[in-house]
């Protein structure tokens, strides 16, 4: 299919910019900064300028909408093997959305749907990912991070998005065909929360368990005293408009 490409300087977010009359499949829309750069939960995304990566895919999907909860984490798995093609190892995955070194934040994954069309669903991956962050930026981030510079400090932005573009279009064309279940034993081998004690907050609920793993569907298990429960991100959110 046909690609396009939409670099801006500034705007407010990569997926806002790509929902509804904005969305094309196969649309990558890639910012120095944004105003307004959103993480999961309602939370601020910090997006200083010239800094760190910030993108959004478009891509459309015949799957039914119950099968994209593993979406978010083979985006993860697709950056986890673009990075260790560059020579970045170490890296692990916490389930649904956080890439992470040592327990530190080094990017985070944003699905949303935009709405859907005629023999599809829109769907926005949005990506940032914390390349050298701009001193002055850091003192807003709420949780501990790191940039890839200093993993690795020859990188470049422009590398490390060519990488996981790469990489992600093959990802993505698997997991259209296959589903999330073949990419368990990936999963696996950097699943950051695997037989860690681990707490679930849904609401004003706290479930206290041990990590063990994901299920076929993407949906992280939580080994508690009564058994293994499934949980689901729930955060991705359908809106037609
Ligand atoms: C998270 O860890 O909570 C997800 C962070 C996702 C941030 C990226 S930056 C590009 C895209 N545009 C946004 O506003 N958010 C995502």
Excluded at 22 to 36: D, I, M, P, R, T
Excluded at 132 to 145: F, G, K, L, P, Y
Excluded at 148 to 172: A, D, H, K, N, W
């Amino acid at each position: 299919g046909e690609f396009s490409l939409d670099l801006r300087l500034i705007t407010n977010s990569t997926n806002e910019k790509l929902k509804g009359e904005g969305f094309a499949h196969n649309k990558l829309v890639v910012a120095e900064y944004q105003s307004a750069g959103r993480g999961r939960r309602g939370r601020q995304w910090v997006s200083p300028l010239a800094s760190n990566l910030y993108w959004s895919l478009g891509w459309k999907t015949q799957l039914p909408v119950q099968q994209l909860g593993g979406l978010s984490l083979i985006v993860g798995l697709a950056i986890v093997k673009a990075l260790n093609e560059l020579n970045i190892t170490g890296v692990e995955l916490k389930w649904p959305n956080d890439i992470r070194y040592q327990g530190r934040k080094l990017g985070g994954i944003l699905v949303e749907l935009s709405g859907d069309m005629v023999g599809g669903l829109q769907v926005i991956i949005g990506v940032g990912l914390n390349v050298h962050m701009a001193s002055n930026a850091a003192e807003a981030i709420e949780q501990e991070w790191i940039n890839l510079q200093e993993l690795e400090p020859t990188i470049s932005r422009q590398q490390v998005l060519i990488t996981v573009m790469q990489c992600l279009q093959s990802y993505l064309a698997h997991f259209s065909e296959c589903g999330f279940e073949s990419f368990l034993p990936e999963w696996q081998n950097y699943d950051e929360c695997y037989n860690k004690k681990v707490a679930i907050l849904q609401g004003e609920d706290v479930i206290n368990g041990i990590g063990a793993g994901v299920d076929a569907n993407g949906a992280f298990l939580l080994q508690t005293g009564k058994g293994i429960k499934p949980i689901y991100a729930g955060e991705v959110s359908l809106r037609f408009r």
